[in-house]
């Protein structure tokens, strides 16, 4: 048993390195020795599994379908290794998370300073990206995301909701007055958001009231900093979220427009690959997140 499991580790390193020179490194083992654990599995299977392109090893039909177990082993055992190095020890290692652009700065920096000087021997790896990270075939450890989850493959928790509301400085409001109804949005200048979510068709609620808002401007962005600074320049109006933007309203930088009038509840998820067993490294930083940051932490379902 113990020399099947060995060479199905052999197998998933030279899976996804494509080279039995770059798998033995990896595994700390010679390649001749790589080399033979690979033949004995095939000549145990009774079939070939790897063929050699110009530059590469290939999986056969056969090799692609035993490769995606023998991937899930070997993450089972980096996890379990992990685990169990960090039970005694102070936890240690690279954490891998990735997050949509501007999220690391509106949300994380109070909650990583702590985290950082708690666990010093933890590294982060911030990823801001627009594009929607695979965090199996990627190795990222933890993703933050919005809004509805689409991939059921995934585990999920509530880390906290978030409104949207209307904002503009004073310098803007001086030159525009001010709204007094959702409808009158529509004579004003936005900064529009362009990303995973677009912010210019959407439902303002008040209490029971609803009002469908459809908004136009001379710019569009694809960062929400770049959003918010602009608005500030008093170029024009945005949609942020409230939390984001109470102490600039504080300081007198925006004007909450339309008090009362908001969008739904967005939540904001930690998503993590479904898996049974979590590093230590990753699930302390999952706990102090909820600690610093959360509203509303169920599990998704």
Request: hydrophobic share 45%.
């Amino acid at each position: 048993m113990f020399n099947e499991v060995a060479d199905m580790l052999v197998f998933a390193a030279v899976g996804r390195t494509g080279s039995v020179t770059r798998a033995g490194k990896a595994l700390g083992l010679p390649k001749s020795t790589v080399s033979r654990r690979l033949a004995a599995l095939e000549e145990r299977l009774g079939s070939q599994l790897l063929v050699r392109s110009a530059r590469t090893l290939i999986p056969t039909d056969a090799g692609r379908a035993l490769l995606e177990r023998c991937e899930h082993l070997a993450d089972e055992v980096d996890d379990t290794l992990a685990f169990a190095s960090e039970l005694t020890d102070q936890p240690t290692g690279t954490l891998r998370v990735t997050m949509p652009p501007d999220f690391g700065s509106l949300i994380l920096p109070g909650a990583v300073a702590s985290f950082t000087a708690r666990y010093p021997r933890i590294s982060l790896f911030l990823d801001e990206s627009q594009r929607y990270v695979d965090l199996a075939t990627e190795r990222f450890d933890i993703a933050l995301r919005s809004g509805e989850l689409a991939d059921s493959s995934l585990v999920a928790r509530r880390l906290m909701t978030v409104t949207h509301g209307v904002f503009a400085s004073p310098a803007y409001l001086a030159r525009m007055p001010a709204p007094q109804t959702p409808a009158d949005l529509a004579e004003h200048r936005f900064i529009l958001l362009e990303g995973r979510v677009r912010f210019d068709h959407f439902q303002l609620h008040n209490e029971q009231r609803r009002a469908q808002v459809a908004l136009t401007g001379p710019l569009t962005v694809t960062a929400s900093s770049l959003q918010l600074a602009l608005a500030y320049a008093g170029v024009g109006a945005i949609v942020y979220g409230q939390r984001f933007c109470e102490e600039a309203v504080r300081a007198g930088r925006l004007v909450h427009v339309l008090p009362g009038w908001s969008t739904a509840p967005a939540p904001i998820w930690i998503v993590t690959p479904s898996r049974r067993l979590l590093p230590r490294k990753t699930m302390l930083f999952i706990e102090h997140l909820l600690s610093e940051l959360g509203d509303a932490p169920p599990p998704h379902t």
